[in-house]
């Protein structure tokens, strides 16, 4: 998954692996496009939030082409 320029998503998540299980998501929401480090290595990261069947919401960052979960919503 990736997010351009412009804030754009290149396909709807669809899928998330959880400790080693893939779950299906039911909902998601974002991407907001965050910069970090703006005063030194200006980096780019995309939040997203997805809810996957079954269970609790998770932020998901988009980085660089790739995405990894960073927290979960109780």
């Given at each position: 998954?990736t997010?351009?320029?412009v804030?754009?998503?290149?396909?709807?998540?669809?899928?998330?692996c959880?400790?080693?299980?893939?779950?299906?998501?039911?909902?998601?929401s974002?991407?907001w496009?965050v910069?970090?480090?703006?005063?030194s290595?200006?980096?780019r990261?995309?939040?997203?939030?997805?809810?996957?069947?079954?269970?609790?919401?998770?932020?998901?960052?988009?980085r660089?082409g790739?995405?990894?979960?960073?927290?979960?919503?109780?």
């Amino acid at each position: 998954m990736t997010v351009d320029s412009v804030g754009l998503i290149s396909a709807a998540p669809c899928l998330i692996c959880v400790e080693g299980e893939t779950r299906e998501i039911e909902a998601w929401s974002g991407p907001w496009p965050v910069s970090e480090r703006w005063w030194s290595e200006r980096q780019r990261v995309d939040w997203l939030q997805v809810v996957p069947v079954g269970g609790a919401a998770i932020l998901v960052a988009v980085r660089e082409g790739g995405a990894v979960m960073e927290g979960t919503y109780d």
